[in-house]
């Protein structure tokens, strides 16, 4: 079998809130291949989704913060704009 790789590019954001990221770009990926997206489609729709949170994370007590994992969904029900 053909072995193919993939880069996924993407901006360096400069924030320490962080904690999480490679848990939750993994679960991502996973959860996007039950929703039967190909390989491809999962780790960039994991990606986008990671990187949102990263962008949105918050300071929570000293040192490395969470991300935010529930930006998108605030945002769709109106609770943040």
Known sequence: KEEKY????GKRINNNN???????????????????MTMEEAVREGKRYITIAIE?????????GPTNH??????KAGMIE
């Open 6 to 9: 993939q880069w996924f590019k």
């Open 18 to 36: 962080t904690h999480g990221t490679g848990c939750t770009l993994s679960s991502a990926i996973a959860a996007n291949l039950a929703k039967n």
């Open 56 to 64: 949105h994370g918050f300071d929570l007590g000293k040192g490395v």
């Open 70 to 75: 529930f930006y998108e969904l605030y945002k």
